[in-house]
């Protein structure tokens, strides 16, 4: 449990120790209002919840949080720090694990800091704080999957403009796999069975249930389940692919 | 203590590493030698516990590197090729993170923290982040980390390249420091660092050990050894002389600066008799030495002789 938190502690403070952690939270909060207040219609709509918030996160956090996890396994394996990390007396588990949470923690701190939102919302009016807050947790929960699909596919090379794009089309693929743009092509050949498997994996469906104020058991196992195959995924390519 | 067993890695059809076999114990430094791409990197790193082996064994005090990783890692001090470092980390704090990571007590930390900064006189830029520091302050950065616990067992892997002439010696007079009560293998391009630090000097190429002995058994293979080096006003005369000593199987003169190498045969011993005989002419010698062997020859004929005979079988 240490060593995780140490790895941890220690990719946290490199994200703020350059702009880049800065410059991040700050087109998050930046877009996320703007997508809120002017193409959500926040005052517009009348209505006192943070709906046009969260209904545009999705797509923010399609670009963001891959900028974020896309130097996690990379920039490891390019600049040879890897091989310093892997022979510390660490589990690769505990190495995985660890720069996953710190990055979970950074994004974490990012969508704390719309907290005005929130407060805004209370003073217009009297919003459902269980739905705002169980809207936060699906957030999460769906910006860490992003993450873990992240940090596997930066395992996988050591170019960083590669991982971003990747990670990007492969979020994508998932965010929108409830939908005909991804299951039209599985539609004409494959049984109905595999087409309703992968619609059930899209992430809007899942955040769209656990955002209503609904905290599904389901909807939250699926989000964990997806963070730990893809960690787990992450470790297997790291264990690959750490010899060239 | 370090052994290996028949040690191997296979990339696909590349085999980097051909099965390696040998022992280091405590309080001796073991030099690794070999051209690029010869495989000590790769040994290295499997010894250290980055790479799993595709055959054989490794064991550090006793632990197998692969069914007792983490406590083989634990008593390992990795220097990984070309000290790779926390860049954004200032020196401080990567070390704190390095001490963190391996265990140290809370009690010892900071003594042992300080000691490395001591050690590899990193005090002026404790405060510096690490990318902004020269090729040399980082390669002391990786040094300090590698030594930071204490380990019985110390891995370096080039841990002068890169260092102007002071620092090399500086980390030559560390290594010598530590070898006492620790098991350390260096790898090297500098073959005058075998002699400066290494007990026993292995040579690899092709993934295969070549040589394994002590840097005075190496210099023994040489054609230089106990050759007889000497420079005279007149040239001819003194080869002429040369020549006459029985135990002189060939003389050859450096076309640059006219210096005369006799070579004795095999097992004979010629600087007596050389001197004799130049005496005896009242030939001038402006120097007269006795060569004890060049690594580099020894070096080169042992690596490429070896290429020679593989191309044929």
Redesign the interface.
Known sequence: MSAISTVCKRELRSYFATPVAYVFIVIFLVLSSAFTFYLGGFYERGQADLLPFFNFLPWLYLFLVPAVSMRLWSEERKSGTIELLLTLPITMWQAVMGKFLAAWAFIGIALALTFPLWITVNYLGDPDNGVIFASYLGALLMAGSFLAIGSCISAATRNQVVAFILTVVACFVLVMAGFPLVLDVFRSWAPQGLVDAIAGLSFLTHFASISKGVIDLRDLLYFVLMIGFWLYASAIVIDLKKAD | MIETQALGKR?GDFVAVDGITFKVEPGQVLGFLGPNGAGKSTTM?MI????APTSGSARVCGFDVEEQS?EA??V?G?L???A??????DVR?FLE??A????VPANLRNKRIDDAIDRLNLESVLQQ?IDTLSKGFKRRVGLA?AILHDPKVLILDEPTDGLDPNQKHEVRTLINAMARDKTIIVSTHVLEEVHAVCHRAIIIARGRVLADATPAELESRSRYHQAVSLTATDVKAAKEALSRVPDVASIEVDAQDGRITAFPKPGRQIFVAVNAALQERSIVVRELALEGGRLDEVFRSITQGGAATEARA
């Open positions: 990339y790193k250290a516990g980055f790479l983490l890692r634990r390992v990795y990984p090729e070309g790779p470092s926390y860049g954004e980390m704090q993170f390095i963190d990571a391996r265990e982040p980390q």
